[in-house]
């Protein structure tokens, strides 16, 4: 079974046992669903949303069974992580793991392979070949995950 890391619990909110985490993993509106499941940890425990909510640069969460603080301060420091089985994503959502694997190409000429993906700040770029290319829909054609090939058009100017 392979899990994806989502985020951090940082620290608990208030008494019923909220819990503050620490998030830029893309997908938070795939992930942040009241009744889905997260897996805390290092044994990977399972706990259903309950509810959820932006406060500040934290995701809020309430877990189900989880009613006050003290049940909550023990998931302090942990790490949330998602089946990767459960994350539906778009044929053209990809993740930074799937993307590290994948060839560039440039007017259907392979241009190299995907060796870093940064994202700062929703400023996202990717390096290949030693140059960093911005990874934005305008200039992205086609995903082709089955073959691990991402199409683009219009950066010869970052080669």
Do not use: C, W
Not at 79 to 108: A, F, P, Q, R, T
């Amino acid at each position: 079974m392979e899990y994806i890391y989502v985020g951090r619990i940082v620290n608990t909110h208030a008494l019923k046992g909220e819990v503050r985490i620490i998030s830029n993993f893309e997908y938070k509106n795939k992930v942040f669903i009241k009744d889905n499941t997260l897996f805390l940890g290092q044994f990977k425990e399972a706990q259903i949303i309950e509810t959820y909510r932006k406060h500040k640069n934290f995701d809020m969460i309430k877990f189900a069974n989880i009613n006050n603080i003290n049940d909550a301060l023990k998931y302090k420091g942990d790490n949330v992580y998602i089946k990767k089985s459960m994350l539906l994503l778009n044929e053209d959502e990809v993740l930074e793991d799937e993307l590290l694997e994948m060839n560039l190409y440039s007017d259907n000429k392979i241009v190299g392979k995907i060796s870093e993906y940064i994202n700062d700040n929703n400023n996202k770029v990717i390096r290949v070949n030693n140059k960093l290319i911005p990874y934005n829909k305008d200039f992205i054609t086609k995903i082709d995950k089955k073959n691990k090939k991402i199409y683009m058009h219009d950066i010869e100017v970052f080669l």
